[in-house]
Nanobody
């Protein structure tokens, strides 16, 4: 079984910072692309940032220059450093991990979600 455990969410004032973490464990042959999504009430889940196996990154326009995605610990952990947080960043953030099972099949897993609330 594969488990994705998120941590780091919470409440912060506008302009503050938070760092989200997502650790993958279980029956994983190799981790491929890792990313963060978010969803707020009335909106669809949207991609915030992702990082490829080669370290290449992509960010949504709304977070460029403020958020940084990284991966460490043999690529089993992905972080999202969030700086200069704005009210519109308030959402539930979900870790997403694309990985290859030992059978060779590539699948995608989701974390349980962690609430980020930004207040004035």
């Amino acid at each position: 079984q594969v488990r994705l455990v998120e941590s780091g969410g919470g409440s912060v004032q506008a302009g503050g910072s938070l760092r989200l973490s997502c650790a993958a464990s279980g029956s994983i042959a190799s981790v491929l692309t890792m990313g963060w999504y978010r969803q707020s009430p009335g909106n669809q889940r949207e991609l915030v940032a992702e990082i490829g196996i080669d370290g290449s990154t992509m960010y949504a326009d709304a977070v460029k220059g403020r958020f940084t995605i990284s991966r460490v610990n043999a690529n089993d952990t992905v972080y999202l450093q969030m700086n200069s947080l704005k009210l519109e960043d308030t959402a539930v953030y979900y870790c997403n991990v694309e990985f290859r099972r030992y059978s060779g099949v590539v699948v995608t897993g989701w974390g349980q979600g962690t609430q980020v609330t930004v207040s004035s």
